[in-house]
């Protein structure tokens, strides 16, 4: 199995961000959900409307079963998120029991874990990104790595991620020697 990597410059989420939104607010969603939350994408392509959103507003907290685990996940929309929610609404008209990435083939079913891999390639390739292994773990990944460079307490993303130690997280996100350096560098006491 390939080893997938997070979008580790804000440059590249924007221009990933931009070009999904550019084609379709749907796949955009997919995306946002994503780095917004941490979920594994079985978990992302299992959600329907009336999870995210309550008739009125987007929801402000998100409930999940996990489907790896079966532990219940509660995580809070960022603004981000909510505005992304609110434009899918905008566009689409779903109803509250459809499922939010819904498959154009067959009667209310999610579209599969590999035409969303193949929307997020697709997209990474027209931003130049191609040499980036994204995957369907990417989303995750680059929200967990944002996470830890703007200095949330690896406990916080083991807990979130359901890892063991720090050493799995660290690996899990792609930190790499240098990144490591740069702490030292930066603190410069």
Partial sequence: MNMTYPLKEQKQID??????????????????????????IS???????SSIYDGQKPKEYIDVKEKKTGKRKRFA???????????????YKPEKEEYVFISRKGDNKPITRQRAVQILTEALDM?????INFGSHGMRKTFAYHCWKNGTDITFLMR??????????????????????DIYVNLNL
Avoid at 15 to 40: E, H, M, Q, T
Avoid at 77 to 91: E, M
């Fill in 15 to 40: 221009l990933v961000k931009l070009y999904l939104k550019s084609k379709s607010i749907r796949n955009y969603l997919l995306f946002i959900v994503g780095i917004s939350s941490a979920l594994r």
């Fill in 43 to 49: 978990d992302i392509l299992s959600l329907k409307v």
């Fill in 77 to 91: 929309t960022s603004p981000n998120l909510q505005k992304a929610i609110k434009d899918f609404i905008r566009a």
């Fill in 160 to 181: 979130i991620l359901n890892h063991s130690s720090p050493k799995e997280v660290l690996h899990y996100i792609s930190v790499e020697q240098e990144e490591l350096d």
């Fill in 127 to 131: 931003c130049g990104l191609a040499h």
